[in-house]
């Protein structure tokens, strides 16, 4: 009889189909619900990464406004009435014509050409290797480098 009791109770608990029906809706709620609060969590913190961005893009803003500024302010100060005042106010004077003293040079030519070190075609470097684009080219400088190098045990 016991058995009896327990078998009508598992008959009693099988899943009718309005069960099943009521079972499904439940369960897809569940995964809207998880879904849901994923997508409010990545909205959030989409939300709070732009707030971010706007944040430094407003402190760009501002210091490029703070350069420009001081960037004029330099420009201010660096005007010619300003330096030649500056440059008074510490004791120098415009130069006159009395206060001018030519040197002269001998030998030397203002006009001449405005090179360092005259140039010269004649070098004492040895030539350039000529590029062959053979293989067979190639084996020849190699084996002409190792006998020069030989050569230059032999000599020392």
């Given at each position: 009889?016991?058995?009896?009791?327990?078998?009508?109770?598992?008959?009693?608990?099988?899943?009718?189909?309005?069960?099943?029906?009521?079972?499904?809706?439940?369960?897809?709620?569940?995964?809207?619900?998880?879904?849901?609060?994923?997508?409010?969590?990545?909205?959030?913190?989409?939300?709070?990464?732009?707030?971010?961005?706007?944040?430094?893009?407003?402190?760009?803003?501002r210091?490029?406004?703070?350069?420009?500024?001081?960037?004029?302010?330099?420009?201010?100060?660096?005007?010619?009435?300003?330096?030649?005042?500056?440059?008074?106010?510490?004791?120098?004077?415009?130069?006159?014509?009395?206060?001018?003293?030519?040197?002269?040079?001998?030998?030397y030519?203002?006009?001449?050409?405005?090179?360092?070190?005259?140039?010269?075609?004649?070098?004492?470097?040895?030539?350039?290797?000529?590029?062959?684009?053979?293989?067979?080219?190639?084996?020849?400088?190699?084996?002409?480098?190792?006998?020069?190098?030989?050569d230059?045990?032999?000599?020392?």
């Amino acid at each position: 009889m016991a058995q009896h009791r327990v078998q009508h109770t598992f008959e009693r608990m099988s899943l009718r189909p309005q069960n099943q029906v009521a079972a499904l809706g439940i369960l897809g709620v569940m995964i809207m619900l998880i879904f849901s609060g994923i997508y409010l969590s990545q909205v959030a913190s989409f939300a709070t990464t732009n707030r971010q961005i706007e944040e430094a893009i407003a402190e760009r803003d501002r210091l490029e406004r703070t350069n420009e500024q001081l960037r004029a302010q330099i420009a201010e100060l660096e005007t010619i009435p300003r330096l030649l005042a500056r440059a008074e106010a510490l004791g120098f004077r415009a130069a006159t014509s009395s206060d001018i003293e030519f040197i002269v040079v001998d030998g030397y030519n203002p006009d001449r050409a405005r090179t360092v070190v005259p140039i010269s075609l004649e070098a004492d470097t040895a030539p350039v290797a000529q590029y062959d684009e053979t293989f067979s080219g190639w084996v020849q400088q190699q084996w002409d480098a190792l006998r020069r190098q030989f050569d230059g045990f032999g000599g020392s």
